[in-house]
């Protein structure tokens, strides 16, 4: 399709609906504080640490996962890092590990904070 050729309809109609659903995005929220100090009631918890790789990009996620004495689950985000791929050729294997390092590195940083 070229830039100035109009749109088909069923093509511009899913765009305008999804367009209207534009102002839906201000009810979105994440929450992005996570304090043990204000759940007393807190009984364990988990730090879940996920990386991964491709020919782009690689990155690693951090979760902190808290349980309560009533068995409530909240997981909140804690941390992600992200890198471009070097320039050059560098195997998928290669990437992965680079990726579990930023995991490793990144589960230390949280600790340590």
């Known amino acids: 399709m070229e830039w100035d050729e109009e749109m088909p309809e069923k093509d511009l109609h899913r765009w305008e609906k999804w367009l209207s659903s534009l102002p839906q995005l201000r009810n979105v929220s994440f929450p ?3 304090n043990l ?11 879940h640490v996920f990386a991964d790789a491709s020919t782009t990009g690689c990155g690693a996620v951090c979760y902190l996962r808290a349980i309560d004495r009533n068995g409530n689950v909240s997981c909140t985000l804690a941390m992600s ?11 998928i294997p290669r990437l992965e590990l680079i990726a579990g390092v ?12």
């Open 81 to 91: 890092k992200a890198q471009l791929v070097p320039k050059g050729e560098t195997s």
């Open 32 to 34: 992005r504080c996570f």
């Open 102 to 113: 930023m995991a490793v590195q990144l589960e230390g940083h949280v600790k340590r904070s």
């Open 37 to 47: 100090n204000l759940y007393e009631n807190t009984q364990k918890c988990q730090l």
